[in-house]
């Protein structure tokens, strides 16, 4: 079993930074790929972001490319989304997922969830 537990969403203005943190409890975390996830009001939840085991392997969806970046720290057993020149459009609930099953983007691959933080971007 795996917790986790989201922080540092808020509300900040379009063109602003957030850095979002994830932490870690449970079983061994560095055994999991992690991802982030967003769901908005009256829409389906979706992919974001995700990091492999090792550091070394990302993906991102198109539209965060180049703003958005996913690290991990295994000492900490912590993942972290620092999201850059926030867009209205990226407010959302944000989701940290962790996966036995490597960085796919579909939130089936998933097998842990947080409980979310709210994120908006004001325009």
């Known amino acids: 079993q795996v917790q986790l537990v989201e922080s540092g969403g808020g509300l900040v203005q379009a063109g602003g930074s957030l850095r979002l943190s994830c932490a870690a409890s449970?079983?061994?975390?560095?055994?999991?790929?992690m991802g982030w996830f967003r769901q908005a009001p009256g829409k389906e939840r979706e992919f974001v972001a995700a990091i492999g085991w090792s550091t070394g392997s990302t993906s991102y969806v198109d539209s965060v490319k180049g703003r958005f970046t996913i690290s991990r720290d295994n000492a900490k057993n912590t993942v972290y989304l620092q999201m850059n020149s926030l867009k209205p459009e990226d407010t959302a609930v944000y989701y940290c997922?962790?996966?036995?099953?490597?960085?796919?983007?579909?939130?089936?691959?998933?097998?842990?969830w947080g409980q979310g933080t709210q994120v908006t971007v004001s325009s």
């Open positions: 997922a962790a996966s036995a099953r490597g960085t796919g983007r579909a939130v089936s691959a998933y097998n842990y």
């Open positions: 449970g079983r061994t975390f560095s055994s999991y790929a």
